[in-house]
Structure formats: C-alpha cells, structure tokens
C-alpha cells in the first residue's frame, strides 16, 4: 500500500508527485493500491501512441469495448506476473467486448521484444518510449491498470499487481462486460 509519506521517505517532494498522490487522502491511495479495483473519478486522459510497428493508435479506437490498459516495463516483475493472466482474460472475453491494450513503458523495442517472446501479449502493445502518456495518466508505480467502459472513459484503476484470478478483480471486469 502507499501513503503520500512513504513517498515522501523515499525522497521525492511534494511538488514532484503526481495530482492524485498531492490531493487525495491517504485511505484514497490505500484504496487505489489495495487488493481491489478503486474508481476513477477524473477526466479520462488522452492516449495516443505506437504500437510496435510505428503506427499511432488512439483509445478511441476501441470505443464500443472494455479496454483494459495496462502500463508495464520489462523490468517489472509483477508485469510478468499479470500479463499472461490478463492475456487469458482478454481472449475468454473477446467475443463480448474485452480488448487489452499493453502500454510498455520507456524500454526499447529489442526489450519490448525480447519480453513479449516470453510472455505474449493478446492484445495491442503499445510503446511509450519517453513515459509521457504515462505521466498523463498519474501511473505513478507499475503494474498500473485502468479499466475503460465502452464509452472510452476510465471507470476503475489500480496502481500495483492484482490478483487477476479473483472473483472481486475478475468481477469488475465481466460487471463491465455485460452492462
């Protein structure tokens, strides 16, 4: 779990954490980082990158499916962790609507390839070389996964690993699926 002064312990100021970390409450970051989905209660941030072969693909491209957007790095071992499950959730759900959008956080393709040969991804991965997208998006820790409705807004988030095999996480999910 993370408080604003755990943060702060390791270093960062203030004025360097994101929005979300500077206004919310400490029970609002446990919430977003504990064993559940927590809402999202901002404007969906805009998301707009290459996919591995250089073409930009945009969140309204999905519009009319459940995105799941998950932020990751090669480095990041509860990423490894998790994609394989969300791979497997994404194709049991693909025929009512669940869509997977890995965005690989500031490594280099040869990475981003030598990963995915390891632990493919079903779904569209995208690459945000330079962490702008992101920044926008607060993910402040990786894993960090938002759930979109059909709509193309962000719904639920979660900044850390999740236990994709719960009932709870798994619920949220298929709860979006069949609204």
């Not at 991965?125 to 938002?146: C, E, F, I, M």
Request: proline letters at 6%; hydrophobic letters at 45%; one cysteine or more.
């Amino acid at each position: 779990m993370i408080s604003r002064r755990l943060l702060l312990q390791s270093g960062l100021s203030l004025a360097a954490l994101p929005w979300y970390v500077r206004a919310a409450s400490d029970s609002a970051l446990k919430t977003a980082t504990g064993p559940d989905w927590a809402a999202w209660n901002a404007p969906t941030p805009p998301l707009a990158l290459p996919d591995l072969s250089g073409r930009e693909k945009k969140l309204s491209a999905w519009r009319g499916n459940v995105v799941i957007v998950s932020f990751w790095a090669t480095s990041c071992e509860p990423c490894r962790d998790e994609i394989p499950i969300m791979s497997t959730m994404a194709k049991r759900h693909r025929e009512e609507g669940l869509r997977l959008v890995a965005v690989n956080v500031g490594d280099s393709p040869a990475k981003i390839s030598a990963f995915l040969a390891k632990w493919p991804v079903a779904g569209t991965v995208l690459h945000d070389r330079n962490s702008t997208v992101s920044k926008q998006w607060d993910a402040v820790g990786l894993p960090a996964n938002y759930l979109v409705d059909r709509g193309g807004s962000v719904r639920y988030w979660h900044l850390g690993q999740l236990d994709w095999k719960s009932d709870r996480v798994g619920g949220v999910v298929t709860g979006m699926l069949r609204a």
